[in-house]
C-alpha cells in the first residue's frame, strides 16, 4: 500500500488549492481516506476523512465550509479542495489509509498506511 501527496504550494490568503493522493498497490476504494496536516511545532491533526462509500467526516471545525474532500474511485485518487485559504492552513498535508472494515478516524494513531507530505504556505 502506498499512497503519495501532491499538490502543496505557495498561495496567498483567500486562494485556492487542491491536493491529490493518489493510491498504489490497493484498490483505495475499499479503504477510508484522511487528509492531516502538522504545522510547524504542532501536533498532526485531522482534517477530514472520506469513507468508501463517499460520507465525508470533518475533523477540524476550522475548515468546515472551506474544504471538502472527494474520491475518484477510477483513478485511485481522493482529493482535498481547500477554498478561502487562511495563513492557519499553512502546513504539511498528509493523506493517509484505514480499511474500511474499521471505519474512518481522526486520530492519526488509527490510521494504518501514511503518505509522505505536501507542504502547504498560505502567505498573508
Known amino acids: 500500500v502506498q499512497l503519495q501527496a501532491s499538490g502543496g504550494s505557495l498561495v496567498q490568503t483567500g486562494g485556492s488549492l487542491r491536493l491529490s493522493c493518489a493510491g498504489s498497490?490497493?484498490?483505495?476504494?475499499?479503504?477510508?481516506i484522511g487528509w492531516y496536516r502538522q504545522a510547524s511545532g504542532k501536533e498532526r491533526e485531522g482534517v477530514l476523512w472520506?469513507?468508501?462509500?463517499?460520507?465525508?467526516?470533518y475533523c477540524a471545525d476550522s475548515v468546515k465550509g472551506r474544504f471538502t474532500i472527494s474520491r475518484d474511485n477510477a483513478r485511485n485518487t481522493v482529493f482535498l479542495q481547500m477554498n478561502s485559504l487562511e495563513p492557519e492552513d499553512t502546513a504539511v498535508y498528509y493523506c493517509?489509509?484505514?480499511?474500511?472494515?474499521?471505519?474512518?478516524?481522526?486520530?492519526?494513531?488509527?490510521?494504518?498506511?501514511w503518505g509522505k507530505g505536501t507542504l502547504v504556505t498560505v502567505s498573508s
Open positions: 472520506i469513507s468508501g462509500s463517499g460520507d465525508n467526516t
Open positions: 498497490g490497493f484498490t483505495l476504494r475499499y479503504y477510508n
Open positions: 493517509a489509509a484505514r480499511d474500511s472494515m474499521y471505519g474512518g478516524s481522526c486520530r492519526t494513531y488509527d490510521m494504518a498506511y
